[in-house]
Antibody, heavy 117, light 105 residues
């Protein structure tokens, strides 16, 4: 069974940093592009970033470009999102999802990030 | 950026009735369109991809149609577990989601 499990969420300070992780199992992680998507409280879904299967190519939404960095460790089947220069508007549930420029399936259960002083 | 517009924002229906949800793209996305269901407190679940192909394990009462800029998700006979928020997503040119349609009793 394919499983994605996010961690690393919590309270972050404005201007501060957090690193999210997504542990993958049940599939050949190194063969699939991966994504991060977020959902602000009571709002819709926002695509943030995609990374190719090898990690050589990365793509970002304008809202996070230059502040967030996606990466992966194929030897440990883990996806990361380094979040710097945090803002209040980054408060959201962050999901990882399998597949790249395609249908997202499946999604992890999400991890909540709250940015507040 | 391709803008995805879903309508209506909220759809009130009764169990057993048919529900039709719409999604419009600001430019053609060909057939590169997916639908997701999200229940409160849960992650989104893939329902339909390629505009009309049901994902694994999705009941036949869910169907998708359309191409280009106009797409429809139809739920033929609503069950109680179908009341949720539904999102469309285009993956033809980067990734964008619609704002969602809430399906309520």
């Amino acid at each position: 069974e394919v499983q994605l499990l996010e961690s690393g969420g919590g309270l972050g300070q404005p201007g501060g940093s957090l690193r999210l992780s997504c542990a993958a199992s049940g599939f050949t992680f190194s063969s699939y592009a991966m994504n991060w998507v977020r959902q602000a409280p009571g709002k819709g879904l926002e695509w943030l970033s995609t990374i190719s299967d090898s990690g050589a190519s990365t793509y970002y939404a304008d809202s996070v470009k230059g502040r967030f960095t996606i990466s992966r460790d194929n030897s440990n089947n883990t996806l990361y999102l380094q979040m710097n220069s945090l803002r209040a508007e980054d408060t959201a549930v962050y999901y990882c999802a399998k597949n790249g420029w395609s249908k997202f399936d499946p999604w992890g259960q999400g991890t909540l990030v709250t940015v507040s002083s | 950026e391709i803008v995805m517009t879903q309508s209506p924002a909220t759809l009130s229906v009764s169990p057993g009735e048919r529900a039709t949800l719409s999604c419009r793209a600001s430019q053609s996305v060909s057939g590169n369109l997916a639908w997701y269901q999200q229940k409160t407190g849960q992650a989104p679940r893939l329902l339909i991809y390629g505009a009309s192909t049901r994902a694994t394990g999705i009941p036949a009462r869910f169907s998708g149609s359309g191409s280009g800029t106009e797409f429809t998700l139809t739920i033929s006979s609503l069950q109680s577990e179908d009341f949720a928020v539904y999102y469309c997503q285009q993956y033809n040119n980067w990734i964008t989601f619609g704002q969602g349609t809430r399906l309520e009793i």
